[in-house]
């Protein structure tokens, strides 16, 4: 497995002394979708804080393709330019006056000429569906908008990594799904995503690997097609079982469907169903008002 980025015994203790990673190990394959699960205090964001280099460990190593990262000032540039960071809170990422100014932060630091800079912010305020907004003042934009153009700013560097802390919180339906339609985009374009999250429906119907953080530690990594093999895992990270699992063993444990391998996501389940049929025996009957198992 090629790992675009790993981390290898990672310890990490803020100054308070709580414990923010201990002897965490994880691989990230490139080009791949990733979801990292684990309760509140977990260290989900510890770990997406040294991934970009924003911290330190002070036990271990963190890689960035196959090499250390060196945390002099231009190994920083390199790893930042290469692996952008989305923070959960918008406000915390965004100071510029304008839509325009806060994208184009990133790429002039790196020294562009204002073309292409121009350029990078268009496509990626395209990418994100605010390209309408340019000029718009920051303060202005709702909570979704703040968002997408926080990922505008971390796109604009063309990263092959995009980290993103609790992307789907605060976002209506419409704009979760419009999120993961982008994210999908930037798959295929060979970006490798790493997001965390408490919704794990979400992260066994997207990923396609999962890795589970229990008080600091990596406590569990596997494709998240295999993620029914591994309930001992999630019990011990906090993390309940997909409805879509549960869902599935009790209509199979009623014999109402067959006891085949589960789809991921409810929708691909009910796809899977027996068309109705009246009779009262039967779950799916014309004559209730509602399924017999709810």
């Known amino acids: 497995m090629t790992a675009v980025l790993e981390l290898i015994e990672v310890g990490h203790v803020y100054p308070d002394g709580r414990a923010g990673m ?143 802390d609790e992307p789907m919180a605060g976002l209506d339906a419409d704009m979760q799904h419009d999120l993961t339609v982008l994210l999908d985009g930037l798959i295929d374009q060979g970006v490798t995503v790493v997001l965390t999250s408490h919704d794990v429906d979400f992260a066994y119907r997207w990923a396609d690997d999962i890795h589970l953080l229990a008080t600091g530690r990596c406590s569990a990594s596997f494709p998240a097609a295999d993620l029914p093999q591994h309930t001992e895992a999630l019990r011990a990270a906090a993390q309940p079982l997909p409805i879509v699992l549960r869902l599935h063993a009790a209509l199979a444990e009623r014999g109402w469907i067959a006891e085949q391998t589960a789809p991921r996501s409810v929708e691909a389940l009910l796809a899977t169903l027996p068309p109705a049929r009246t009779g009262i025996g039967h779950p799916f009957s014309s004559t209730l008002s509602e399924p017999r198992f709810l």
Do not use: W
């Open 22 to 164: 201990q002897h965490c190990s994880l691989r990230l394959r490139a080009a791949a979708r990733h979801a990292i699960l684990g309760a509140n205090g977990a260290g989900k964001t510890t770990l997406l804080q040294h991934l970009n280099a924003l911290l330190r460990p002070q036990a271990g190593q963190v890689h960035f393709q196959g090499q250390p990262i060196d945390y002099r000032r231009q190994g920083l540039q390199r790893v930042r330019q290469g692996v952008g960071l989305v923070f959960q809170n918008p406000d915390r990422q965004l100071f510029s006056a304008n839509v325009y100014e806060d994208v184009s932060f990133g790429p002039l630091n790196l020294g562009l000429g204002e073309l292409q800079v121009r350029h990078l912010v268009e496509q990626a305020l395209l990418a994100v569906g605010m390209a309408e907004h340019v000029d718009r003042p920051v303060q202005e934009l709702s909570f979704g908008q703040k968002k997408r153009v926080c990922i505008a700013g971390v796109l604009a560097m063309q990263p092959q990594v995009l980290l993103l």
